[in-house]
């Protein structure tokens, strides 16, 4: 059990330096969430499994409060709506459950964080392709060489990692990093 223990928290300690130097990578997608926000625009987010948990994690921390009680911005998370998921994926196929939903609820102006740790869910790459027709910006939280994503989005940031585990780990870490920022600025840095 020990050894387990040792090899979970170095191969967290490895994606974790790995992340720590994209910060300024981060800041620049803070600065996008931070226009993005100013022009009354919003930020959505989808991904599959745990990365469809760790979307509804961080639109629930803009939406309902991060540290600051004062600062609520809008975003939503595409995976949360059963009724829509099923009825999209039963009419148009798994692929368009989160494209459709852009297509009805995005705006130019508006953000889409593409969250997967293969970088290669098609139903995802799907909804990046709807919001680049849309003039929406995409951003990716991507794990290892970042697939297929890793070229679609806008601004892709990878989490060189073969676990799953750390790389959903590091996109939770990197969520709250950006909702940090972006309370600062809304609060005037107060």
Known sequence: MRKIIEEVFN????????????SSLIEEIAGVLIDALQGQHK????????????????AAEFVGRFKKDDIVLPAL???????ML??????????????????????????LVAISTSGNSANVACAVRQAHS?????IGFLGNEG???????????????????????MHILIGHILCELVDQFFSGGK
């Open 11 to 22: 191969s967290h300690q490895e994606a974790f330096t790995y992340v720590k130097e994209k």
């Open 43 to 58: 930020i959505l987010f989808c991904g599959n499994g745990g990365s469809a948990a760790d979307s509804q994690h961080l």
């Open 77 to 83: 998370a595409l995976s949360v709506n059963t009724s």
């Open 86 to 111: 099923t009825a999209i994926a039963n009419d148009f196929g798994f692929e368009k459950v989160f494209s459709q939903q852009v297509k009805a609820l995005g705006s130019p102006g508006d953000v």
């Open 134 to 138: 849309q003039g929406l910006k995409t």
């Open 147 to 169: 697939g297929t994503l890793k070229d679609l989005v806008d601004i892709p940031l990878l989490v060189k990692a073969n676990d799953t585990a750390r790389i959903q780990e």
